[in-house]
């Protein structure tokens, strides 16, 4: 899987991975980081997702990365607001008032460009990814967060069923990526309704990590 998959997507507008509504998750479990009005949370590879419109209407700062600058650029106009552009080396920084997103290649993004975080929202980045480029993102996100702490949420499902993404992450593969540095815990699992594809049995699990 490499960056043309994703852009092809965006390009072809085959986005159902796209929530037509903030994720419930969010807003059940945010309260769990303990965080006061005003903190900036980090959301990796998060496309145009309506999770930031919710969190910047409740008084959140929010930062993202994604690989889409189509993506962004429809993020933006969704939110009404013109942003400034600029560009450090291969990534592109779009800035409004409370919300910066940084466009490129996540491995590309460093903790100075982005700036200190309070805490991080991983909703889509995690089950994104294969297991190796999984192997490679996790110590880098904790790297250029400084270790914040996480809402993770992930899918669990018979992977021989469907190729993904999404993939199928255990909590066994949860701990095995963060254990050495954060707490874990299971804070909710529900049943995926429907299904994927309605057809193919699935779990959402909600993760909070904290050193």
């Known amino acids: 899987m490499d960056a043309d998959f994703w852009h092809r997507k965006w390009a072809n507008n085959e986005i159902g991975f796209h ?3 903030v994720n419930p998750m969010l807003v059940k479990h945010l309260p769990a980081l303990a965080l006061e009005k005003g903190r900036r949370l980090f959301l990796p590879l998060c496309g145009k997702t ?12 929010v930062a993202g990365a994604e690989l ?26 779009f800035s409004a008032d409370n919300v910066d997103v940084f466009v490129g290649d996540i491995f590309d993004l460093s903790a100075e460009l982005l700036g200190p975080v309070d805490a991080i ?13 999984r192997a490679r993102y996790t110590p880098h996100l904790m790297q250029i967060t400084v270790q914040a702490p996480q809402l993770v949420l992930c899918f ?16 066994e593969e949860v701990s095995r990526h963060y254990r050495g540095t954060y707490g874990v815990t299971l804070l909710d699992r529900i049943d995926v309704p429907g299904g994927f594809k309605g057809k193919i049995a699935a779990t959402e699990s909600v993760w909070l990590l904290e050193r």
């Open 68 to 93: 889409s600058r189509l993506a962004v650029e429809q993020l933006f106009a969704e939110l009404g607001v013109e942003p400034t552009l600029s560009t450090c080396g291969p990534i592109q920084r």
């Open 50 to 61: 309506l999770d930031i419109h919710w969190l910047l209407s409740n008084d959140y700062r």
């Open 121 to 133: 929202y991983d909703r889509a980045a995690l089950v994104a990814l294969p297991d190796a480029m």
């Open 156 to 171: 669990e499902y018979d992977q021989s069923l469907m190729a993904g993404p999404p993939f199928s992450i255990s909590g």
């Open 19 to 21: 929530g037509d509504a």
